[in-house]
Every structure is written in structure tokens, then in C-alpha cells.
């Protein structure tokens, strides 16, 4: 064994590829391994950040109390209306429960939120005891949704189902697809409406893109989930078209509304403004309308003429310095690697938590030579090709954030609970800001000053 | 008159947690020895969920590893995960010390680490690395009582009878690392030898600069811990610590060290009575330079003291810092509206009923409190200050209480790391800011207040006896 630290794991060498070097495919979408200290979550919490949005529903958390209390409003997503997301349920179970079983505490926790809220729908999700001691779950939520005369939807989301968050998003869209099926054989009528999703609101980002979309002339009928009820989401079946943004956590709910309701879906992307401009055209062209054609030129043209100076201004500071970005899912790293090359940026390294081998086939297309591709990466990685690669800034999630300001490098927060929408002409503008004030902070060259050197020789 | 409440027996549903779960105590007790990693046995979403919680408090790279256990090993047991998590963790970061955590989920699966961890050590002929197993199921206790636990786990590991010596043990609870160092300082100044453990004041609160250490430096070495079972007395503040997770009781009863169980040296008396027992021990006169911060410390209450009586404050956390930040609330002449902590067994409501009788106005007690039912209670007593960790934003955001951070965890301000309160002068630093809140909310408002009130259609008088 090396005296020294290392970062290197012999079993997680096929995770690691460097693009035009091997031409093999990466090892991808497994279990992580154990002790390497990965920056995945679980599978539960998969779950938790695709329904959470759900602005009027009770979110109750089947568990012990760490499950709800570390997502306790973990997300930064804004309601029009109900702040009842923001509450975190907890049946709290103690040993007792974990004993003799926890039903009867689920059912009275469920009983209680009634009681005080009247909400229309609760999800209960399940976390790993209670996958263990074989609580059913199933069978509470039936007998309680007949008793309120609501839905009581079971999430089925034990965390040690696997040690990928995108088994929750699987557990997180059945949900959703239960919720929505129209009861007794209802039909629900058809609009000329669109759903959205893989939208979560994240400061406010959804009704960004509702004002470019009415200004073409288009409607959103509801968006998964961000800023969305229960009430709008069964009203899902009817809309004309489904946009899919994130579909790491979205593209089979979409598979599955073409399947069932016959809706369409098209992928798109609201980050960086070559994105937002591309998939705006992308939905004119659906509708088929010249009108709207016409009105999202004009839209396009006028925010791209306010975006390209901006960009241009920063452009010019961030040329040639280096970017490495680790995030959750390979939707948003692909749409920031575009973002720093747009701005002039070389990616050293980059990587996600959940992508899967056609994700990562994308990322190897966009890239350029040398770059090195980690999936599942642990922070002695991460550690690792930040020194290697010489990176000016990272972009990332809150666990990665600190690391790279120890090290001296700038850091861009690009993570399910941030507070600033990135997305669309604006968010182009504020990421671009943000790039510029991280990489560019005078702190750096400070920092990394020691004064006292000579003396100490 | 004042109401004491124990609220879970009333309500099943624990909504907007005031607590959270054990392993995450015992990852921070775990970061005050040297050299140490702690290891969750459970599944992936744990030691992440825990990762994140003490990064956005500390503003640190923290890394804690995982067994990721999954389907499989939840049917068959989860030593060939643990084995091999301890493989990479050791081959990784090299540390000299590994706690091993239980999660919720190992512990209903009903692994026995002690053994794996044995059968480990003997197979993989492990010399100059100790391995800790630690039990710590979260539905048996909160973080809090997770913090103790590992702690006493530690000291029962290392300490062996040794000769007596002249140091003394110093056991803190889970306060912040700024707190550490001003109690180290007093102790200095003091003259004394000392053990203090958990010493996370380096690792938590890492300088910039220098080469990127995987394990931060710092921290209580092995050896000074094994060497606690011989010291003259140990100084705990585990005042509301449960005896049965007390690392001072176990000293105590194991290897007669005399165990001075104090409050957290908060405010002028718990200062005073800390400072008190370090000259009784050490022999020594206070010096000059104690006596000055204590008379700074005198003269900023009393020029505040009539705007400090003016708060109501609901003070609410971890019950060790939730009693000291209430002794020093009275000692000011504000009575607390509101005393809460997530925690059931740490017998809060009983160590404040003699601190609070006399007291002309009420204050209610709530012991496994969640947010809903202290939010309840802070509207009902109006409260006007909310004294706590990040968990209470709601008592501003929805009944605008101006809050005051203080505690763990505090992820919605910046330097959760640096919030001092011990000692004089960190008292002086928190009284500051807590008058300052009162002033501020004052200053901002009394205009307003006071037209509305005495030039309303009513014009009735709503001052308050």
C-alpha cells in the first residue's frame, strides 16, 4: 500500500476515460462503490426532488426523522400559490416502531395532515426501514385515499433499492402518472396546451419561459412539477404537446403520457441562449402556425440582440481559462458545457452522478480532445484533475463548492437548491456574471499570497 | 406561570424537524480526533445527506464514506460491502482512525459490526490503524444524543487504567469550532494541562493555504485520549447529558475520574462558574487580562439591559446550548417565551424549571418539539426574538420574529463555523448581536407601530401590561 493518499481505486478506473484516447465505452449507471466516498444520493431523494415541487400536496416521509430532515425545503423552487411544499412531514419512527411496525403511525400521521390541511393529494414515501420491515405501504395509501376521499399516493423510494438517485426519479413518475390518470374512465379534453417537464421553478425559471411561450402565442398547461397542483397536474392528459427538459429524471414519464394519453414530446433546453433560442423554434415549428413562427423570430432577435453584448463583454475576460463541471445529471452538464464554450472556456474535466452510456456517447461529441469524462467521481478525484488540469473554475453542487474554493478554484453553484433562475435569455446573462465574478474574483491572486515566505527561510 | 409541554405524546405527525438523526452527532464528534474518517454503514443517500448538511454549516470539503449498501446486502448481511468500504477508505485517505457509523437501515438489518470488524482487523492483519464500531440507529435518539454516544465509544476504546496525572479532561458538546478555541484559550490562560476532546477547531474550520490534506490537521490524538482515564477530573458540558451516554459518567464510574458536569460557559455565570472551577483546580489567581473581559462583558448588560429586557425571546436547538442561551437570556431580564429542543431525554424541562420561577411572565417548555408546535407557541406567547439554528426561517419568514443564528445547523448564513458564544467574551459577541436584533426591529418599525396604534379609527390603546 502507498504511504500517501491516492486517488485512485483500481475498480473505478473504467469511470474515468479521457475523450480520443480509448475508444471504449465508460462503465456507467452502476451501484457506487463502497468507501469511495461518491457524491451521490440515494434513491429516496431522487424521489424527493422530482414531487417536491408539487405546491399543494402534503409530502409525508415514512421514516425515521433523518430522511425528511435533511430535505426539509431543500429546493429552490417558487409556488404561485400553496406553500404547503415547504413543509416537512415525518412520521418520525422510533424503535419501537421500527419493532412492532410503523403502519399504524403512518395511518394516524396521515390522518392528522388531513385533519389540519384538507391538502387534495399526499405522498408517502418510503425510506429504507420501512422497505426492510416490510411495511405496506401500498395498502395504507388505498385504504386512507378511500377514507379521505383523496389522492394518497405511495412513492415507492427505500433508499438501499439501488445507489441511484435515478431509480427515485422512476419511483417519483409513477407517482405522477397514478396521480394523473383520470379516474372511472374520464377523459380529459384535449387543448392546445403544453406540458413541461423536467421544470422544477427553480427561482422562478418556469415562468421565464411562460412569458416567452405567451408571447408566441403558446400556453403551458401545467409543468412537472415546478409551480404545479395537484389539480393542473390531472389536467395533464390534455394537453397537445410535451416538452421534455430534464430527462434524466422526465423522459420515461414522457414515453409513457405518448403511450397512454397520445401526447408528443421534444426534448429542449432553456440553458445558455443558444439553447433557449434553439428550442423555442423548435416548439414554433411544432404548432406549425406561421404567426407564431413569426412572433418567435421577433422574440429571439430582440433578446439575442440584448444577450450578445453581455456575453461578448465577458467573453472577452473568460477566454482560454479552464472549466471543470461535476453535476447530477448529464441534461445539465451538457447544457453548461455548451454555456462555457460559448464563453470562450476550455472543459478539462467533467461528469455526472447518474448518466447513462448515450449520455455520455453525447458529452464525448461536444468535448474536445483530452478531456477527461468521470462518472459517479468521488472527491479525491475531483481533488485530483482540478490540480492536474490547472482549472480556473468548477461548476457544481453544494458538496463539490467548498473543495474547490480550498484549492483555489472559482466555483459556479448549478444544483437543485439554488435561489437564482438560470435559465433562459436572463439566466444566460446572471450564468455568464457568475462565471465572469468567480473565475475573474481578485480573491484568488490574494489568497494564494503568502507574505511571509522569505522570512521564514 | 410557566407550561411545561412534552408534545410528541399529543401529536403523531412530526412536521419542520427541530432535530435530526444520530450518525450525524457522531460524524462531527468523529472530526475532533486526529487522523479520523468517519464510515456510515448504510445506504449511499446517508453519509451524502450528511455530507451536505455539514458542508453548508461549516463551509468545509467534508468527506465521510459509505458501505452503499443496497438490495442485495439488505437481503444477505453487509459485511462484504463494509470490508470493502473500509479497503478503499484506507487505501484512499490513510487514516489512523475509522469510526464506523450504523444507519437506520444496518441496524434493522441487524449486522453486527463489532464482529466485522474483528474478522477484518484479524484477516487483513491491520496494525496502527483503530477501527471503531459505533452504534447509532437514528430512530434511537436525535443528533445530539448521536454526538455523545460517539463520543463515549471513543473514550471507551482508548482508555486503559494509566498512572494519575496533573491534566484534566474537557468534554464539549456539539458547539462550534470558534467556541473551542475561545474555551482552549481560557484554559491556557489558566495554566492547565488539559485533554480536550472532541477538538474539531482545526478540522472544521481549515485555514487556506498549504498543500490540500485529504484529512484536515488537527484534532484530539489518540494517545491524549488514552490517557484521559488517569486525569485529575473531568469538566463536561453535558449538563442535560443523559447518563447513559455520558463519556464523563463513564470515566468516572470506570476509572474514578471525578466528573464536574457543568452548563456551557454562557453568559456571566456560566463563565464565572467554569472560570471559578479552573482556579479551584489549577490553584491559580484569574488573570488580569479574565477579569478585563469579564468587566467588558459586565458593562456592555448593564448599558443594554433595559433594551434586552424589552425580548421575548423562543429559543430553540440542542438542549446543552438551548439552557445556556436561556440562563444567559434571565441573567439579562429577558424571559424566554418560548424553551424548545428536539430532544426527549435530556431532562431540559426539569434543570429549567428552577431558573425560571420567579419570573413575572410565562414561558413554555417544550421538550421533541418540531417547528409546527414551536411556531404555535411563539405566536401564542408573542415572542419578538428567535433565538437558533437555521431551522427556525420560517418563524421569521412567515410570523416575522427576527431570528438570530446561532447552533447547528446554520446553512442559510455564511461562518456557522466562526458563531462564537462561550466564554466572556463570546457572550459579549452574542449579546451584541441579540441587542442589536431587538434595536433593529425597533428602529424599524416603532414609527409605524405607533401611528397605527394611537391613530387608528379605534384609537384605543393597545399597549401591552
Known amino acids: 500500500m502507498p504511504a500517501e493518499p491516492t486517488a485512485c481505486i483500481d475498480e473505478r478506473q473504467f469511470s474515468i476515460m479521457t475523450t480520443g484516447k480509448n475508444k471504449s465505452r465508460i462503465h456507467c449507471a452502476d451501484d457506487s462503490l463502497a468507501g469511495a466516498v461518491s457524491q451521490r444520493a440515494c434513491v429516496y431523494s431522487g424521489a424527493r426532488v422530482v414531487l417536491n415541487p408539487v405546491t399543494d400536496a402534503v409530502h409525508l416521509v415514512h421514516g425515521p426523522i433523518g430522511c425528511a430532515a435533511y430535505t426539509w425545503d431543500i429546493r429552490g423552487s417558487l409556488s404561485s400559490g400553496s406553500e404547503m411544499f415547504r413543509q416537512s412531514f415525518s412520521t418520525d419512527l422510533k424503535e419501537r416502531d421500527v419493532v412492532f411496525g410503523g403502519e399504524a403511525k403512518l395511518i394516524a400521521c396521515i390522518d392528522e395532515a388531513v385533519e389540519k390541511y384538507n391538502p387534495p393529494a399526499i405522498f408517502v414515501y418510503a425510506t429504507c426501514v420501512v422497505g426492510l420491515i416490510g411495511d405496506d405501504i401500498v395498502a395504507v395509501c388505498k385504504e386512507a385515499s378511500q377514507r379521505h376521499g383523496i389522492d394518497v399516493i405511495p412513492v415507492e423510494s427505500s433508499g438501499?433499492?439501488?445507489?441511484?438517485?435515478?431509480?427515485?426519479?422512476?419511483?417519483?413518475?409513477?407517482?405522477?402518472?397514478?396521480?394523473?390518470?383520470?379516474?372511472?374512465?374520464?377523459v380529459v379534453e384535449k387543448t392546445r396546451k403544453i406540458n413541461f417537464l423536467g421544470e422544477y421553478n427553480l427561482g422562478g425559471e418556469k415562468w421565464l419561459v411562460e412569458r416567452y411561450l405567451r408571447e408566441m402565442g403558446i400556453e403551458i398547461n401545467v409543468a412537472f412539477t415546478g409551480d404545479s397542483t395537484v389539480a393542473a397536474l390531472k389536467r395533464?392528459?390534455?394537453?397537445?404537446?410535451?416538452?421534455?427538459?430534464?430527462?434524466?429524471?422526465?423522459?420515461?414519464?414522457?414515453?409513457?403520457?405518448?403511450?397512454?394519453?397520445?401526447?408528443?414530446?421534444?426534448?429542449?433546453?432553456?440553458?445558455?441562449?443558444?439553447?433557449?433560442a434553439e428550442s423555442l423554434r423548435k416548439i414554433a415549428r411544432f404548432y406549425g402556425d406561421e404567426e407564431i413562427v413569426h412572433r418567435t423570430e421577433a422574440l429571439i432577435e430582440r433578446e439575442m440582440e440584448r444577450v450578445r453584448p453581455v456575453i461578448e463583454k465577458y467573453r472577452k475576460k473568460l477566454a482560454g481559462k479552464r472549466a471543470a463541471i461535476y453535476v447530477g445529471g448529464a441534461f445539465k452538464a451538457l447544457a453548461i458545457i455548451r454555456q462555457m464554450q460559448e464563453l470562450g472556456m476550455e472543459v478539462m474535466?467533467?461528469?455526472?452522478?447518474?448518466?447513462?452510456?448515450?449520455?455520455?456517447?453525447?458529452?464525448?461529441?461536444?468535448?474536445s480532445e483530452g478531456t477527461v469524462v468521470i462518472d459517479d467521481a468521488n472527491p479525491a478525484e475531483i481533488e485530483k484533475f482540478l490540480l492536474e488540469k490547472d482549472v480556473d473554475m468548477m461548476a457544481g453542487g453544494v458538496k463539490e463548492r467548498f473543495l474547490a474554493h480550498k484549492l483555489g478554484v472559482g466555483f459556479v453553484?448549478?444544483?437543485?437548491?439554488?435561489?437564482?433562475?438560470?435559465?433562459?435569455?436572463?439566466?444566460?446573462?446572471?450564468?455568464?456574471?457568475?462565471?465572469?465574478?468567480?473565475?475573474?474574483?481578485?480573491?484568488?491572486?490574494?489568497?494564494k499570497q503568502d507574505p511571509f515566505e522569505e522570512a521564514q527561510e | 406561570m410557566t407550561e411545561w409541554k412534552i408534545t410528541s405524546r399529543v401529536r403523531q405527525v412530526n412536521e419542520n424537524q427541530c432535530h435530526m438523526c444520530m450518525p450525524l452527532g457522531g460524524v462531527l464528534a468523529l472530526r475532533g480526533v486526529e487522523d479520523s474518517i468517519a464510515l456510515v454503514h448504510g445506504s449511499q443517500g446517508c453519509s451524502t445527506y450528511m455530507r451536505l448538511a455539514n458542508v453548508e454549516h461549516f463551509n468545509e470539503p467534508i468527506d465521510i464514506a459509505s458501505s452503499s449498501l443496497n438490495e442485495k446486502q439488505a437481503i444477505f448481511g453487509g459485511e462484504a460491502n463494509l470490508r470493502k468500504a473500509l479497503d478503499n477508505v484506507i487505501r484512499v485517505y490513510r487514516p489512523k482512525v475509522i469510526g464506523i457509523l450504523?444507519?437506520?437501515?444496518?441496524?434493522?438489518?441487524?449486522?453486527?459490526?463489532?464482529?466485522?470488524?474483528?474478522?477484518?482487523?484479524?484477516?487483513?492483519?491491520?496494525?496502527?490503524?483503530?477501527?471503531?464500531?459505533?452504534?447509532?440507529?437514528?430512530?434511537?435518539?436525535?443528533?445530539?444524543?448521536?454526538?455523545?454516544?460517539?463520543?463515549?465509544a471513543v473514550i471507551a476504546y482508548y482508555a486503559r487504567p494509566t498512572e494519575r496525572h496533573?491534566?484534566?479532561?474537557?468534554?464539549?458538546?456539539?458547539?462550534?469550532?470558534?467556541?473551542?478555541?475561545?474555551?482552549?484559550?481560557?484554559?491556557?490562560?489558566?495554566?492547565?494541562?488539559?485533554?480536550?476532546?472532541?477538538?474539531?477547531?482545526?478540522?472544521?474550520?481549515?485555514?487556506?493555504?498549504?498543500?490540500?490534506?485529504?484529512?484536515?490537521?488537527?484534532?484530539?490524538?489518540?494517545?491524549?485520549?488514552?490517557?484521559?482515564?488517569?486525569?485529575?477530573?473531568?469538566i463536561q458540558f453535558g449538563f442535560t447529558c443523559p447518563e447513559k451516554f455520558s463519556p464523563g459518567h463513564f470515566l468516572e464510574q470506570r476509572f474514578g475520574v471525578p466528573l464536574i458536569n457543568l452548563p456551557l460557559p454562557?453568559?456571566?455565570?456560566?463563565?464565572?462558574?467554569?472560570?471559578?472551577?479552573?482556579?479551584?483546580?489549577?490553584?491559580?489567581?484569574?488573570?488580569?487580562?479574565?477579569?478585563?473581559?469579564?468587566?467588558?462583558?459586565?458593562?456592555?448588560?448593564?448599558d443594554a439591559h433595559k433594551i434586552n429586557a424589552s425580548a421575548r425571546p423562543v429559543i430553540y436547538g440542542e438542549p446543552e446550548l438551548v439552557y445556556a442561551l436561556a440562563k444567559l437570556c434571565l441573567e439579562n431580564g429577558s424571559v424566554p417565551a418560548v424553551i424548545a429542543s428536539g430532544t426527549q431525554n435530556s431532562g431540559l424541562a426539569g434543570l429549567l424549571q428552577?431558573?425560571?420561577?420567579?419570573?413575572?411572565?410565562?414561558?413554555?417548555?417544550?421538550?421533541?418539539?418540531?417547528?409546527?408546535?414551536?411556531e404555535d407557541a411563539a405566536v401564542r406567547t408573542s415572542a419578538n426574538l428567535a433565538v437558533g439554528h437555521s431551522g427556525g426561517r420560517y418563524l421569521t419568514e412567515r410570523q416575522g420574529i427576527p431570528g438570530l443564528r446561532v447552533g447547528y445547523p446554520v446553512h442559510d448564513r455564511v461562518g456557522g463555523q466562526r458563531i462564537l458564544s462561550v466564554g466572556y467574551t463570546g457572550s459579549l459577541a452574542f449579546l451584541d448581536r441579540f441587542t442589536n436584533t431587538l434595536l433593529e426591529a425597533k428602529h424599524s418599525s416603532y414609527r409605524r407601530l405607533r401611528k397605527e396604534e394611537l391613530l387608528s379609527e379605534r384609537g384605543v390603546s393597545n399597549a401591552k401590561a
Request: with cysteine; glycine share 10%.
Open chain 1, 413 to 447: 453553484d448549478h444544483n437543485h437548491d439554488r435561489k437564482d433562475g438560470l435559465a433562459g435569455f436572463d439566466g444566460a446573462i446572471r450564468f455568464a456574471r457568475e462565471v465572469y465574478a468567480t473565475t475573474c474574483s481578485p480573491v484568488w491572486e490574494r489568497v
Open chain 1, 160 to 186: 438501499f433499492i439501488s445507489g441511484n438517485k435515478i431509480v427515485g426519479y422512476r419511483a417519483a413518475g409513477e407517482a405522477l402518472l397514478t396521480l394523473i390518470r383520470p379516474k372511472d374512465g374520464a
Open chain 1, 236 to 276: 395533464a392528459p390534455g394537453a397537445c404537446l410535451n416538452l421534455v427538459q430534464c430527462s434524466g429524471s422526465m423522459h420515461w414519464v414522457a414515453m409513457s403520457l405518448e403511450k397512454e394519453y397520445g401526447i408528443p414530446y421534444i426534448d429542449v433546453n432553456f440553458f445558455g441562449a443558444e439553447n433557449t
Open chain 1, 349 to 367: 474535466f467533467t461528469g455526472t452522478q447518474t448518466g447513462k452510456p448515450e449520455d455520455y456517447e453525447q458529452i464525448g461529441t461536444i468535448v
Open chain 2, 354 to 374: 428552577p431558573l425560571l420561577e420567579g419570573a413575572l411572565e410565562e414561558t413554555v417548555v417544550l421538550e421533541e418539539a418540531d417547528f409546527v408546535t414551536i
Open chain 2, 266 to 302: 454562557v453568559g456571566l455565570d456560566g463563565t464565572d462558574l467554569f472560570v471559578r472551577t479552573l482556579r479551584e483546580i489549577s490553584e491559580q489567581a484569574v488573570p488580569g487580562s479574565i477579569r478585563l473581559e469579564r468587566g467588558w462583558l459586565c458593562d456592555a448588560m448593564a
Open chain 2, 166 to 234: 496533573q491534566g484534566v479532561n474537557v468534554i464539549v458538546p456539539n458547539i462550534s469550532p470558534a467556541d473551542i478555541r475561545e474555551i482552549k484559550r481560557l484554559l491556557d490562560l489558566m495554566g492547565l494541562e488539559y485533554t480536550l476532546l472532541p477538538d474539531y477547531s482545526l478540522t472544521l474550520d481549515r485555514p487556506f493555504g498549504g498543500r490540500y490534506k485529504k484529512i484536515a490537521p488537527g484534532g484530539t490524538p489518540a494517545a491524549e485520549i488514552a490517557r484521559m482515564s488517569g486525569a485529575r477530573a473531568t
Open chain 2, 102 to 152: 450504523t444507519s437506520c437501515l444496518a441496524e434493522t438489518m441487524g449486522d453486527d459490526i463489532g464482529r466485522f470488524v474483528e474478522t477484518y482487523k484479524t484477516d487483513r492483519e491491520i496494525r496502527g490503524l483503530d477501527i471503531i464500531p459505533i452504534s447509532t440507529p437514528s430512530y434511537s435518539g436525535t443528533h445530539t444524543e448521536g454526538f455523545w454516544a460517539t463520543m463515549r
